[in-house]
């Protein structure tokens, strides 16, 4: 009978797919090369050879694809030469053509990131590049550097340089240090991402790598302290230690240099006939720590002192040690490696008292208390100094304005501000202290204004696109982000980016849900937004904003909290 009559469709077919065959097939030409069975190329390097098959080359590394299908000279001689790569690495990439897979141990890492950026390999030189960003430290992290610049391989470089400005201190301390050429010190010590508790870290690291080589390097001195921010140091620091080294004492241009930073603390009314990098403060913010949620709300909206910690490795929400009392709208600041808490509202009162957390013993103790009662308050951290700025006293909407400075232990009233300001926005930037949004009483606000602690004065900057009251505020990357809040008719998601150096504000992508009484949170180059409330309910949600992405994502939520906390972030040590 033929198949085909009685109107059977000869269109119709069907596909019969192996899904196996590729994964079976490649073990078998590795083993039919390594008998040396019909191979047609053998690659030569130094004083060793390796037979291959053509076809195999071209089809899994694109150098051999460019040279065998291009009509290249190459793609007819029996033995071709390398001479750009090591043996041990062109075995290990010759038999990762055949496998996909490949070992990259500390011996081969380097010659095989060499032969895989030789042969166009990108996915084996870029795991070879997380392979050595996992083993950064202070004193290899410069040499990497200087590797993955000749290769060409940005993402090594820029994540090295992120280790370089984050350890700045330690990385100063080692042989690689010493042994910079001097354009590489200096691209290093000009960077406002330096990552330095003051700026006398800067300027014992260059006064070594001076010394170390000091008869061929001193005369290169004034060249190298005009990349130290020398008015940033202490007027003491200067008269005792920068002033009384013998190499500066005998340079013309290094006294100029001294002179100008004394003038800069002397005559402070003559700062703006010289400002210049040398007088602006370092932004380094990125930090890798645990993120604290002190106090706030339950989902029934009574105030709390339980506090919350984000473990970064674990990734997860555990219990930390109660505050004594309650708060909710708490300012919370991290300085000296701990945590401060600063007023609040404990259910029935507007409170002036501190608590103090040290991660070390792990315990709370009550801090020196506030000149003044303050909920709904903004906190920043800046030089070793936390301001807190505006708030509530259960009367009236605060302009006023302290300072606290742990070392002695004290508090002053420094300039007010413009605004009244309750529910408003502090954050620190650039050596100034940024107020954002909030309300009076009567208005919510768009307008901003910044704190020069050098000057005790406020002065208007570039007001917010929009307005703004428990809103959330951070800096990340040297830029100020404003995150949603509530504007007097909605709750917002939005959120928006200042850029102190074009002095404008633009939109950034929204969150995910809408939070007013939010806390935001710098941490590992990233915003973490932390609970708030919807206009319905208080949030225990948290999401995070990569900037690279311009993207929120969802993370784990707070586990006891339902909104309204204060956070803040203590590096891990």
């Given amino acids: 009978m033929d198949l085909l009559e ?14 196996d065959l590729f994964s079976e097939s490649f073990p078998l030409m590795k083993e039919i090369r390594r008998q040396g069975n019909l191979c047609d190329v053998t690659l030569k390097v130094e004083d060793q050879s390796f037979s291959a098959h053509r076809i195999v080359l071209a089809a899994t590394i694109p150098y051999f694809y460019a040279m065998f299908t291009h009509n290249m000279a190459e793609s007819r001689i029996k033995e071709i030469t390398m001479k750009e790569i090591e043996p041990e690495a062109l075995e290990s990439l010759i038999n990762f053509a055949y496998s996909g897979q490949v070992r990259i141990d500390s011996s081969n890492v380097q010659g095989l990131m060499v032969g895989a950026s030789f042969l166009q390999l990108n996915k084996v030189r870029n795991a070879c590049a997380d392979f050595l960003i996992e083993r950064f430290s202070p004193h290899n992290v410069l040499g990497i550097r200087t590797f993955a610049d000749s290769l060409g391989c940005i993402p090594l470089v820029n994540a090295a340089d992120k280790y370089i ?47 170390f080589d000091e008869e061929k390097r001193a005369p290169m001195l004034p060249q190298v302290l005009s990349k130290v921010r020398l008015p940033l140091l202490s007027p003491q620091y200067l008269a005792d230690r920068v002033a009384t080294e013998d190499l500066i004492r005998t340079s013309h241009q290094c006294r100029d240099l001294l002179d100008e930073a004394k003038d800069f603390h002397l005559m402070p009314e003559r700062r703006g006939l010289i400002q210049s990098f040398r007088t602006r403060a370092r932004c380094c913010d990125y930090i890798i720590g645990h993120i604290y949620a002190v ?21 997860e929400w555990r219990m930390g040690e109660q505050m004594s009392m309650l708060r909710s ?13 600063f ?26 208390t506030m000149l003044c009662k303050r909920s709904a308050v903004g906190v920043a951290a800046l030089d070793g100094h936390v301001y807190v700025c505006g708030g509530y006293d259960g009367v009236t909407s605060l302009s006023t304005v ?23 926005g502090v954050a620190p930037l650039g050596g100034f202290v940024y107020a954002l949004g909030g309300h009076d009483g009567l208005s919510i606000f768009d307008s901003v204004e910044r704190y020069d ?34 504007d007097g008719n909605s709750f917002l998601r939005s959120v928006e ?55 929120w994502t969802f993370v784990a939520s707070m586990c006891a909290h339902g909104g309204g906390v204060g956070a803040g972030v203590i590096p891990i040590q």
Avoid at 177 to 205: S, Y
Avoid at 305 to 313: F, G
């Fill in 6 to 19: 009685n109107g059977a469709d000869d269109e119709k077919y069907v596909i019969f797919k192996q899904d």
């Fill in 165 to 211: 400005h984050h350890y700045f201190s330690k990385v100063s301390l080692s042989d690689e240090f010493l042994n910079l050429g001097f354009d590489e010190l200096i691209e290093i010590i000009r960077k406002d991402e330096l990552n330095v508790p003051t700026e006398e870290n800067i300027f014992e690291a260059a006064m070594r790598w001076v010394k």
């Fill in 295 to 315: 106090g706030g709300l339950t989902k029934n909206g009574e105030s709390v002192s339980t506090v919350e910690i984000y473990d970064p490795i674990t990734k």
């Fill in 329 to 341: 709208r708490v300012g919370v600041a991290v300085t000296g490696g701990k945590l401060y808490a």
């Fill in 343 to 368: 007023g609040g509202f404990n259910g029935s009162e507007r409170l002036s008292t501190v608590e103090v957390y040290d991660p070390k013993t792990k315990k709370w103790c009550q801090g020196r």
């Fill in 402 to 424: 302290e300072c606290y400075c742990p070392k002695t232990d004290t508090w002053k009233t420094v300039a007010p501000m413009m605004k009244y300001r309750s529910a408003g």
């Fill in 453 to 486: 602690p050098a000057e005790d004065v406020w002065v208007k900057v570039k007001p917010m696109l929009n307005r703004r009251c428990r809103l959330g505020v951070a800096t990340l990357n040297g830029k100020l982000y404003a995150c949603g809040g509530y």
């Fill in 497 to 551: 980016m200042y850029d102190p150096n074009t002095d404008t504000w633009k939109l950034v992508a929204p969150m995910n849900v809408k939070r007013s009484r939010v806390a935001l949170a710098a941490n590992m180059g990233k915003l973490w937004a932390i609970g708030g409330y919807d206009g319905e309910s208080n949030l225990s949600t948290v999401e995070v904003y990569d900037p690279e992405a311009n993207q």
